[in-house]
T-cell receptor, first 111, second 114 residues
Framework: SQQGEEDPQALSIQEGENATMNCSYKTSINNLQWYRQNSGRGLVHLILIRSNEREKHSGRLRVTLDTSKKSSSLLITASRAADTASYFCATVIQGAQKLVFGQGTRLTINP | EAGVAQSPRYKIIEKRQSVAFWCNPISGHATLYWYQQILGQGPKLLIQFQNNGVVDDSQLPKDRFSAERLKGVDSTLKIQPAKLEDSAVYLC????????????FGPGTRLTVT
């Protein structure tokens, strides 16, 4: 079964706007990772946040983690057409050294 | 640095036939993973190797799927016999070690079972 659930399932915004995607999970984790998947570059790791971290930045990406609510969010600022892709959160559950992926959010950036 | 290589990229077979996929991970990566990704879903882990040993195959349908990682480097995933529901993209990934490391994915093999 899927550990993480992304919300929304699909998101369409104008280029230059910010995009926010959310991920909820069920059990305690060691870390949470976000991945991007598009037809051109396949599945690519974006950012990893550990369970003792609350926020992390990487370029135009900002990830937050709230372990009390078992949720995370990914913010992409100043979106570009090249950001069009599916975004997945994946969790490493405590006691299990493997990634469990959610269903993903399909993001479309309109020019 | 060369990425994770997979072949073939595409495969079309009839149900009950067999098929094999090959993966070459990033050099020096101890952990290798095979995932199944059905259209519209996230990847699902099938099997995880640490060097040449299996550490997790709990979601591998062992009556028809098998995988090996000889010498702790390349890996093959086999399906025999294939079913219609096996149509999916099969992704291979590798990481430096287990757990809290990012995974690097190959381009995948798109399997269509007719």
């Amino acid at each position: 079964s899927q550990q993480g659930e992304e919300d929304p399932q699909a998101l369409s915004i104008q280029e230059g706007e910010n995009a926010t995607m959310n991920c909820s999970y069920k059990t305690s984790i060691n870390n949470l990772q976000w991945y991007r998947q598009n037809s051109g570059r396949g599945l690519v790791h974006l950012i990893l946040i550990r369970s003792n971290e609350r926020e992390k930045h990487s370029g135009r990406l900002r990830v937050t983690l709230d372990t009390s609510k078992k949720s995370s969010s990914l913010l992409i600022t100043a979106s570009r057409a090249a950001d069009t892709a599916s975004y997945f959160c994946a969790t490493v559950i405590q006691g299990a050294q493997k990634l469990v992926f959610g269903q993903g959010t399909r993001l479309t950036i309109n020019p | 640095e060369a990425g994770v290589a997979q072949s073939p990229r595409y495969k079309i077979i009839e149900k009950r036939q067999s098929v094999a996929f090959w993966c070459n991970p990033i050099s020096g990566h101890a952990t290798l993973y095979w995932y199944q990704q059905i259209l519209g879903q996230g990847p699902k882990l099938l099997i995880q190797f640490q060097n040449n040993g299996v550490v997790d195959d709990s979601q591998l349908p062992k009556d028809r799927f098998s995988a090996e990682r000889l010498k702790g480097v390349d890996s093959t995933l086999k399906i025999q016999p294939a079913k219609l529901e096996d149509s999916a993209v099969y992704l291979c990934a590798s990481s430096l070690d287990r757990g809290s490391y990012e995974q690097y994915f190959g381009p995948g093999t798109r399997l269509t079972v007719t």
